[in-house]
């Protein structure tokens, strides 16, 4: 069974400085990887995928991600912070012909001024 | 159209109540999931209906009820609900079984069980 571990409950960053979100999966095959990300009150928007070929993916909002096989990770990145990207964000695992996505339990990013 | 449209966007129902969530999409989608989320948490998978019928129950209560009447829409009927069955719903859909998993959601219908 596919699980997804991301190991940072909360992170506090200020706005302008870089921004790295880990995620650990677990998976027999190939995965398939997301990131989503949950503004107060909303549902979830995608914000970038992998599925194979280059393992470094862009994603919308300036966002981008790197698949590296061996150590089982999809870390999410962003250059620079601004205050809209406060947000609740969301690794997820799936697999072609499989219904389940499994969700990690998710990193609260907090953006001070 | 690449939206999956939820109504309402907020419910507050007592435990006696017989109330309906609906959602809707046009992306020619083949298979519709109901989540629900509580505060802090990830969505957690309730229902999925594959080609019109239920392929995936998660073991949900009964006073939760699914329907899917066409291909498009995905009701889920609420009865004799409790309070900690307050939480987000959030429906979902994709092409099912010749996809990618990627989910496409819509905002949510936030539930509040009195």
């Known amino acids: 069974a596919q699980s997804v571990t991301q190991p940072d409950i909360h992170i506090t960053v200020s706005e302008g400085a870089s921004l790295e979100l880990r995620c650990n999966y677990s998976y027999g095959a190939t995965p398939y990887l997301f990131w989503h990300v949950q503004s107060p009150g909303q549902g979830l928007q995608l914000l970038l995928k992998y599925f194979s070929g280059d393992t470094l993916v862009q994603g919308i909002k300036g966002f981008e991600a790197e698949f590296k096989r061996s150590q089982s990770s999809f870390n999410l990145r962003k250059p620079s912070v601004h205050w809209s990207d406060a947000a609740e964000y969301f690794c997820a695992v799936g697999a072609a012909n499989d219904y389940k996505l499994s969700f990690g339990a998710g990193t609260t990013v907090t953006v001070r001024a | 159209d690449t939206e999956v449209t939820q109504t309402p966007k907020h419910l507050v129902m007592g435990m006696t109540n017989k109330k309906s969530l609906k959602c809707e999409q046009h992306?020619?989608?083949?298979?519709m999931y109901w989540y629900k989320q509580k505060a802090k948490k990830p969505p957690e998978l309730m229902f999925v209906y594959s080609y019109e019928k239920l392929s995936i129950n998660e073991s949900v209560p009964s006073r939760f009820s699914p329907e899917c009447p066409n291909s498009s829409l995905l009701n889920l009927h609420l009865h004799a609900l409790q309070p900690e069955d307050s939480a987000l719903y959030l429906c979902a859909s994709n092409y099912g079984d010749r996809d990618t998993g990627e989910l496409f959601f819509g905002e949510g219908s936030r539930l509040t069980v009195l």
């Open positions: 992306m020619g989608h083949r298979a």
